[in-house]
């Protein structure tokens, strides 16, 4: 079989509005790209070469959030525009921000993919360098258990836990492709529980938080402007998050990925173990 061409979006798309956490009033935009490039993101205005390179080597792992740091460049909460790149198919692009951090928008990644999938897909010269899971492999961490096996496609697996009654257990399974992508998990909106709003003050998180784009859960109560896009909203966020994750790999991914408890720490730690001593097969 031939293999499949790269892709980069066909027109510059942008966004403009409040950061999550650092809350700061900013533009994000997705530029296309040359072949073989990958995901880059780069300062408003910057010099190519200070480009930070969407990699587990430059990612830095933190709870609550997927921050790169290349030099002086940083990036913070970038993981709900990686994920509608990489949800959405497209293999080289370049991401550019006004700001250290993008905008929040909706909460969820939706707008993001919508305006990547209006902008349109454009085929290019070099054939696409898949990644295969050769072989499986299992990453420990506390509670959380990821795995990576063999598969002849995306397939993710994601499991959540909360003793929260509005979420409890919720599994999802999805064979992602990106037409599943765009209507299964770019709407479903970030959430946080009540309880761990001092600690995001203490530290200073969330000053662009508020209920138009965040889910807040209280036992059995969740505040939000809008009723909740889905049943099972928070899985399909965490799934959400994890592709945004995965697109650290800076390639599309054959295989199955299986996370119970997930979190972007865990997930940066899994990849940078997994390439170190698993080397992918392409």
């Known amino acids: 079989m031939d293999a499949q ?14 950061g999550l956490h650092r809350g700061r009033h900013g533009v994000a935009s997705v530029l296309p790209a040359e072949e073989n490039v990958g995901y880059r993101i780069r300062k408003s205005g910057g010099d190519p070469k200070d480009d930070i390179k969407v990699s587990p080597l430059y990612a830095e792992p933190s709870p609550l ?7 002086g460049q940083r990036a913070y909460t970038v993981e709900h525009l990686l994920s509608a790149c990489y949800g959405l198919g497209l293999d080289n ?14 909460g969820s990644a939706f707008l993001f993919a919508r305006d990547i999938h209006a902008a349109g ?3 290019q010269g070099a054939p696409r360098r898949v990644l295969e899971v050769a072989e499986p492999f299992t990453h420990s961490e506390g509670a959380t258990e990821m795995r990576f096996l ?5 397939e993710i697996v994601v499991e959540i836990d909360f003793e929260a009654l509005a979420i409890g257990y919720q599994r999802l399974e999805i ?32 000053r662009g938080g508020n209920l138009k784009n965040a889910i807040i859960v209280d036992g059995a109560r969740v505040h939000s402007q809008e009723p909740l896009r889905f049943a ?7 799934l959400l998050d994890l592709v945004g994750d995965l697109a650290l790999l800076g390639a599309p991914l054959r295989g199955r990925v299986e996370v119970n408890r997930p979190g972007h720490s865990v997930t940066i730690n899994a990849l940078r173990e997994w390439t170190t001593k698993h080397p992918l097969r392409h």
């Open 5 to 18: 061409p790269q892709t980069t979006i066909a027109a510059p798309v942008s966004w403009e509005g409040y």
């Open 65 to 71: 959030q997927t921050q790169l740091r290349r030099g």
């Open 93 to 106: 692009v370049v991401i550019e921000l006004s700001e250290e951090e993008p905008p929040i928008l909706d």
């Open 121 to 123: 897909v454009r085929e």
């Open 150 to 154: 063999p598969s002849s496609a995306l």
């Open 175 to 206: 064979c992602l492709t990106p037409e599943r992508y765009l209507r299964e998990v770019a709407p479903a909106r970030t959430f946080l529980l009540r309880e761990d709003l001092p600690f995001m003050r203490r530290y200073g998180l969330g």
């Open 232 to 238: 099972d909203e928070f899985v399909r966020h965490k």
